[in-house]
């Protein structure tokens, strides 16, 4: 393969539409200079060159210098040359390609090549300088000829003939009133029909539709009928003549319907082109003394002609009921349609208010939280406004793990959410089956205990039943009830009386200690939570290196514990202060005296002295055996983890 044709189709993909028409004139040095021809416009053609070549033919060439004309003759020609090769479907060269070059890119070509035509026709139309438009007709015979060239080499393709016949493009070309676009097309209009004969069987242009066939005849009579030009006269009366060679039955068309034709052909004799007219004129002549022209022929042309408007008439009434109903069809959709944009744009309307009024909602929240925070932290002492943060940012970080656990947690749903969801039915069809099973069972000795209650037992005799029922009287008559004397009613009383008037004036007192039980239980806990929660860090408890840094650290952690929010830590901590204080200022011996005290002597309860019982209230309940088991087991209620209570270490 060529490394230049490689290269170039390497820089052809990166190069811009723009640039392209510059860009294939180095392809058309490269083909002119090449030795074999054949071989580079096969590796033209397998490199996909070629196609990008016919799709450049159809841009617009305004935006270029001198573009038009670069496309007319150069890039014409170059297309054409590269489509007029022989290809061979079974070779082995051209076989991978040869079915997309014949059902492909000839085709493409020839549209291109109309298409190329057109814009050309265009420009045409809308020059008014007379040398320019002289120019624009030369370039599209240039561009004709290369299509009748690429035609003509290729005359067994007779479908890209039919593809140039049957062309809408060919066609606007065709119905023009310029007359040298109309001598141009007309002229090649007869070299398609004339190249379109084939050596068995009809035309190409015998294939085509009627209407279409009607459309040429038409256009080429109206040509003669109008036009004055003899370039134009011959042309059209030459291009008649093929027609009618092609297809007979043209011949017919032109005696029934063009039947002042001949008058009209007379008018263009001492033109010079008399032989050719002579020639049109005999074979409509031909055709006229062949025609049936009879009155039977007219009679049957009339009924046949009644008959066609009758069902034209009938049909077209029915295609008007018909598209008065698609019309009312397409009236209730279309209203049916704009009701539910209506109703969709009011749903996303109200969707968007809702939306707008949750957003505001959320900031005016976050606004009057962010308020209250700073109304808080005014409202705390400075010492504790750090410790309030600290809480805050605590929960701000518990809440965002939180969520993001969430979002764990959903993800590894979703990537093993199909075995989840088979785990989670067998495991509710096991326990369906399972519950169904005990259902079976409970209902089974259901029914033997219903079996049972009406089954009489075998043992129970007449014999046993009577000494069972002798048993029950004599329990009966041991056990009934005696009345009670006045004396024992009395007592009763006196009794009831008794434990009333204990207990109406001892309840007052106990519920006093019962709520101080219970606050000092409640202070204790929370002492116990803040002294757990606030333990000292490993780094704070570890033996400093320095005596001073060591001395300022026991200083700091001693006005903290002064300064500590639970009272029985303040307690303790002024206690002990006060103890090193006496420590540090009495004499050596007073310091060895108290350092051999004895120190498992009980200090006075901080908790006892600050919520404990009076004197009266614990004589009351020491002196009373059943109020001190009562209290007793109260204590022991509320508080489940202690052994021993106030009342019994007082005792």
């Known amino acids: 393969m060529n490394s230049n044709l490689v290269v170039f189709a390497k820089e052809l993909s990166r190069t811009k539409p723009v640039e392209l028409p510059e860009k294939f004139l180095q392809l058309d040095n490269l083909l002119q200079r090449s030795t074999s021809v054949t071989s580079v416009k096969y590796e033209i053609i397998s490199l996909d060159i070629l196609p990008i070549l016919l799709l450049t033919l159809r841009q617009d060439f305004t935006t270029i210098s001198n573009g038009w004309r670069l496309a007319s003759i150069s890039l014409s020609k170059l297309a054409c040359s590269c489509m007029c090769v022989e290809v061979d479907k079974n070779n082995v060269k051209t076989k991978a390609w040869s079915s997309k070059f014949f059902d492909q890119y000839l085709p493409q070509g020839i549209d291109s090549f109309l298409l190329l035509t057109r814009h050309i026709q265009d420009r045409y139309t809308q020059e008014k300088k007379s040398h320019i438009r002289q120019d624009y007709v030369s370039y599209m015979d240039t561009v004709m000829n290369n299509l009748l060239e690429v035609l003509s080499f290729h005359s067994n393709q007779y479908s890209l003939i039919k593809q140039v016949l049957v062309s809408p493009k060919f066609m606007e070309l065709f119905l023009t009133d310029d007359v040298y676009i109309c001598r141009l ?11 379109s004969r084939r050596l068995t069987g009809p035309s190409v242009f015998y294939e085509l539709s009627t209407k279409l066939k009607h459309d040429y005849v038409n256009e080429l009579a109206y040509k003669l009928t109008v036009f004055d030009n003899n370039d134009v006269g011959k042309a059209a009366v030459r291009a008649l003549i093929a027609i009618c060679e092609a297809d007979s039955k043209i011949v017919m068309l032109l005696v029934d319907k063009f039947k002042g034709l001949p008058t009209i052909l007379q008018r263009w004799h001492g033109r010079g082109f008399g032989m050719d007219l002579q020639d049109l004129l005999a074979v409509i002549n031909r055709g006229a003394k062949s025609g049936p022209y009879s009155r039977e022929y007219h009679r049957e042309n009339y009924a046949a002609s009644r008959i066609q408007a009758l069902w034209r008439g009938y049909a077209s009434r029915k295609r008007l009921m018909k598209a008065n109903q698609a019309m009312k069809q397409f009236q209730n959709s279309f209203r049916k349609r704009k009701m539910k944009e209506t109703q969709m744009k009011n749903e996303q309307r109200e969707r968007a208010e809702v939306q707008y009024q949750a957003t505001r909602e959320h900031y005016r929240r976050l606004r009057q939280f962010k308020l209250q925070q700073v109304q808080t932290i005014q409202l705390l002492p400075a010492s504790e406004v750090e410790k309030y943060l600290e809480i805050q940012r605590l929960r701000s970080a518990t809440k965002i793990q939180a969520i993001f656990r969430g979002y764990l947690q959903r993800r590894t749903l979703v990537n093993s959410g199909y075995d989840r969801l088979i785990a989670d039915r067998a495991a509710r069809r096991i ?125 700091d952690q001693a006005a903290k514990y002064l300064n500590h929010p639970s009272s029985a830590i303040r307690y303790r901590a002024r206690q002990a202060h006060t103890e090193a204080l006496k420590h540090a200022r009495a004499p050596w011996y007073k310091g060895l005296q108290m350092a051999n005290m004895d120190e498992d002597e009980d200090d006075d309860d901080e908790y006892f002295n600050r919520g404990g019982l009076d004197e009266f209230s614990r004589n009351d309940i020491l002196n009373n055996p059943i109020r001190y088991e009562y209290e007793k087991r109260k204590f022991h209620q509320f508080t489940p983890n202690t052994t021993t209570s106030s009342i019994e270490r007082h005792q």
């Not at 006196?494 to 200690?513: D, F, G, H, M, P």
């Open 185 to 195: 097309m007309i002229d090649t209009f007869e070299n398609i029909i004339r190249k």
């Open 431 to 555: 326990q369906r089956t399972f519950r169904r099973y005990l259902q079976r069972k409970q209902a089974e000795l259901d029914r033997r205990q219903k079996r049972l209650e009406y089954i009489k037992p075998a043992i129970l005799t007449e014999a046993k039943r009577e000494e069972l029922l002798e048993q029950i009287e004599t329990w009966r008559s041991e056990r009934a009830p005696r009345a009670m004397s006045d004396e024992e009613f009395l007592a009763l009383h006196t009794r009831a009386q008794e434990n009333l008037n204990r207990y109406v004036t001892t309840n007052r007192a106990w519920r006093r200690i019962e709520q101080r039980q219970r606050l000092l239980l409640h202070m204790m806990n929370n002492d116990s939570e803040f002294l757990l929660s606030n333990y000292p860090k490993l780094k704070s408890v570890m033996e400093p290196s320095n005596e001073r840094i060591s001395s300022i650290n026991q200083l």
